[in-house]
Structures are given as C-alpha cells and as structure tokens.
C-alpha cells in the first residue's frame, strides 16, 4: 500500500534552520507531483511548497526565501530545507503525493520557540 513517512520535525529556536524528509513507497514516485502542508493550531491546513514531476517548484509567499522543496527520484524522498524559521512557522507539516488522487503521511510537529 501506499506509504509516506515524514521525519525530522522538533524544536527549535527562532532563526534556526530544520529539515523535513519524506520517503514514499507504494507509488510510481517520479511521476507524482509532491508537495509539503502544514497546519497550525485552531487553523485550517496550508500549502507550503510543491514540486512537480519535472522539478518545478512553487512556495506559498510566507516562506518564499526561507524555504527550499527538493526531490530525489531515485531515492523516493522529498525534502524540505526550512531556514530562518520564525514561531509563525510553528505547525503540523504533512507530506502530500498527488497524481490522480491525493495521498497523505501522517505528519511532523514542528515547533519554533524561545
């Protein structure tokens, strides 16, 4: 079956930087178009950053600067370097594979705080 394992969320400190991995399995990977959601407390979820199939990539304008979405087809992984992270960027983050239908992992905490 189809499955997305996110990792690397935690705590850290305004300003640092945090890596999200998700590795996928069950699906033809190079061909989904891959995408990183979070959501915060008390709000709904959000559209972080995507990557499609051929690499391009787009940011939601919060993070735009501060984020990077990477693949690796061979490895079915995607990532996410977070930088400058900010307590705004304090949420559940959730990787997405999306091609006919949406599938979803069962998401990271990432918090940033003093």
């Known amino acids: 079956q189809v499955q997305l394992v996110e990792s690397g969320g935690g705590l850290v400190q305004p300003g640092e930087s945090l890596r999200l991995s998700c590795a996928a399995s069950g699906i033809i990977f190079r061909v989904y178009a891959m995408a990183w959601y979070r959501q915060a407390p008390g709000k709904q979820r959000e559209l972080v950053a995507t990557i499609t199939s051929g690499g391009t990539t787009n940011y939601v304008d919060s993070v735009k600067g501060r984020f990077t979405i990477s693949r690796d087809n061979s490895k079915h992984t995607v990532d996410l370097r977070m930088n400058s992270l900010q307590p705004d960027d304090t949420a559940v983050y959730y990787c997405?594979?999306?091609?006919?239908?949406?599938?979803w992992g069962q998401g990271t905490q990432v918090t940033v705080s003093s």
């Open positions: 997405n594979a999306h091609l006919n239908r949406n599938y």
